[in-house]
Every structure is written in structure tokens, then in C-alpha cells.
């Protein structure tokens, strides 16, 4: 087959500047990359090979341009997975792209806080599959399917309710599918407008941070983390100077105007992640007055919840707390 000759009548490298690839042989003299030419000035044995592939240049984003409306290059994915090589990101961003058109990611906006939560679940797609304690197997736990994909899908009904979306077993040796970047991102995908029944482009086109993280993590951890990725990616993809996304100057929309402000069992955790009686990583710094609103909000919920007969009053302990302990911790934290 090929050797190593390069294109060209002399085997050497010439260049030109971002223009598409050329042919191999003596036409591709003017070609910037070397491609492995069979014996012979012409390169017979590989013009097909080269013809039926497409050889074009990356697209040209103007400066200036958001991302809203066309795929992310991957120079920004580089720049916003700043911890991952290159060729990872390299391996990805196919999936990624085709990821944000099928599920409605059109704007620059709903790619960042895809891009953060991504971002910090996968620590920037390092991760397709949840790492398990020492001594403990997969059969162990989530009735033997544990987390895998970018979004971590566990149990084995997720597993085949995915499935049947894009028709494709996940189930039994197939689990393992959710590994390959197609599935592990197009699988995030799908969990990020589908997962109990909301869709997490309505929170991100409304900048709320809080609520993205609180549907994808059910609390706050490394709500720090998510911050970070979500403010590179807004600097990345010019979320600011896009002209049909208006965000203001705040990073994200403060609790009081967020979704989990409708929510008791987010208010507390707002309250408790901010609190260091809470004993929860991942918001940093912790403020007293986010500690504070955010206890003060789920005793609101909570006067009006010692109102109902006692059989429709809450029980279900939330972040390891019994409701007697969420009562104390909100009580002492709201001073």
C-alpha cells in the first residue's frame, strides 16, 4: 500500500495558508499537509481514497461572532476544557456538535451551560463512566448499571428508556456502548431535555445556574467548578456580545429570582451549601446572606407545610437530614 513519500515531484513539504487539501501527486504541490503517496509522481493507488473523502479547510468564525447557530470549534472547546488534550477534545467535538442540533442547543447560551455542567460531571470528558469504591462491582449497585455517559445514566430502566429513543440495546454486555463519545454525549443530550420531564434549555436561556445544577445534581456540589466553566464559556463563545442573548453583567440570576426559589427542598440546599454547619463542598466562597435566603426561604415553605393534616406533611429526609434536622439547621442558620 502507501509509503512514506510525501506529494509532489520532490517528496518535500511546500505551503500554503488555510486553504483546502490538495490532491496527491504532482497536482498537490501546493498542498500544507503530507499525505502517505503510493510509488510514482501521480499517487494512483491513492487518488481514490483521497477523492471520495472531504478535504476542506475548518470553518472561519469572524471575530467577534457567537455560537449561536453553528457548531463550536476546536480551538473554543479546547479553551474551555482547558485541562484536557487536545485530541480528546478532538475526538469529542463530532459528538458535540451533532448533540447541540439534535437537542435544540442552538444558541450560544444553552452550549455554555451545557459545555459547564459537562464540563465539571465528565472533569471535561475524561470521565464516560462513574468510578466505583475500591471493592465494590458493578452488580453491587443501581440494580447492576451504574453511571456512564457524560450526564451519568444509572438503573437499567434509564439504561433501556434511552435505548428505545434512538433505537439501540444498552442492556447487558451492550451497557458498555454508553462509553463510545457518540453515546456517552448524545446520551447528555437527551437527559438534558427529558430528565423528569424538564427540559434544561428553558433554565440556561434564563441563566439560571442554580437550577441547571440543581436538576442535574439534585443539590450543589462543585457548583464552583460548574461557575468556572460556565463564565470561560461565556468568554469563549462571546455569550455577552451575542446580540440576540441578553444575560446583563451577573454571572448567573441571583436565588431569589431563580427557579429553586419555588422549590423547598432547593431552597435548603441553597441555604445548607452555603452554610458550613452544612457540611457540603462545592459552593466557595460560602456567603452568609445566600446562607441565610436560602433558610429563610424553606421555612417559609415549611410554615405553610405544618398548616396540612399530618399524613401530607413531608417526611423524606434530603442531603442526609431528617426534616427534625433540616427544621434545626434552618432555624439556627437564617440568625
Not at 65 to 90: F, G, H, M, P, V
Not at 143 to 148: A, L, Q, T
Not at 322 to 331: G, R, S, W, Y
Request: proline content about 4%; charged content about 25%; glycine content about 10%.
Amino acid at each position: 500500500m502507501a509509503t512514506s513519500r510525501v506529494p509532489g515531484t520532490q517528496g518535500r513539504f511546500l505551503f500554503d495558508f488555510y486553504g483546502a487539501d490538495d490532491a496527491p501527486g504532482i497536482f498537490g504541490q501546493r498542498g500544507n499537509r503530507c499525505y502517505r503517496d503510493s510509488p510514482g509522481i501521480l499517487g494512483v493507488n491513492d487518488w481514490a481514497s483521497w477523492v471520495s473523502t472531504a478535504h476542506l479547510p475548518p470553518p472561519v468564525v469572524a471575530m467577534g461572532q457567537c455560537a449561536c447557530n453553528r457548531d463550536i470549534t476546536l480551538d473554543e472547546l479546547c479553551n474551555i476544557y482547558k485541562a484536557q488534550k487536545r485530541s480528546k477534545c478532538e475526538t469529542f467535538l463530532p459528538a458535540l456538535n451533532a448533540t447541540f442540533k439534535t437537542y435544540g442547543m442552538n444558541s450560544c447560551l444553552r452550549k455554555a451551560h451545557f459545555l459547564a455542567q459537562v464540563g465539571h460531571e465528565s472533569g471535561e470528558l475524561t470521565y464516560v463512566a462513574e468510578t466505583l469504591p475500591k471493592g465494590k462491582k458493578e452488580a453491587d449497585v443501581y440494580d447492576g448499571y451504574k453511571g456512564r455517559g457524560l450526564l451519568q445514566i444509572t438503573y437499567k430502566k434509564n439504561y433501556q428508556a434511552y435505548g428505545k429513543v434512538v433505537n439501540h440495546d444498552f442492556t447487558d454486555d451492550h451497557r458498555v456502548d454508553l462509553e463510545d463519545p457518540k453515546w456517552a454525549t448524545d446520551s447528555a443530550g437527551n437527559y438534558w431535555t427529558t430528565h423528569n420531564n424538564v427540559d434544561l434549555n428553558g433554565y440556561a436561556d434564563k441563566n439560571d445556574l442554580l437550577a441547571v445544577t440543581a436538576r442535574v445534581n439534585g443539590g450543589y456540589n462543585g457548583f464552583a467548578d460548574r461557575l468556572t466553566h460556565l463564565k470561560r464559556g461565556f468568554t469563549v463563545l462571546k455569550v455577552r456580545a451575542c446580540p440576540t442573548v441578553k444575560i446583563g453583567k451577573e454571572d448567573y440570576v441571583e436565588f431569589a429570582k431563580s427557579d429553586v426559589y419555588a422549590n423547598d427542598v432547593y431552597s435548603f440546599g441553597w441555604g445548607c451549601w452555603n452554610d458550613p454547619k452544612g457540611g457540603k463542598a462545592g459552593v466557595k466562597p460560602q456567603l452568609p446572606a445566600d446562607r441565610k435566603a436560602g433558610y429563610a426561604r424553606y421555612l417559609e415553605f415549611r410554615a405553610l407545610q405544618l398548616k396540612l393534616p399530618v399524613a401530607q406533611q413531608p417526611t423524606k429526609k434530603h442531603y442526609g437530614f431528617t426534616v427534625k434536622e433540616m427544621d434545626a439547621l434552618a432555624k439556627e442558620g437564617v440568625k
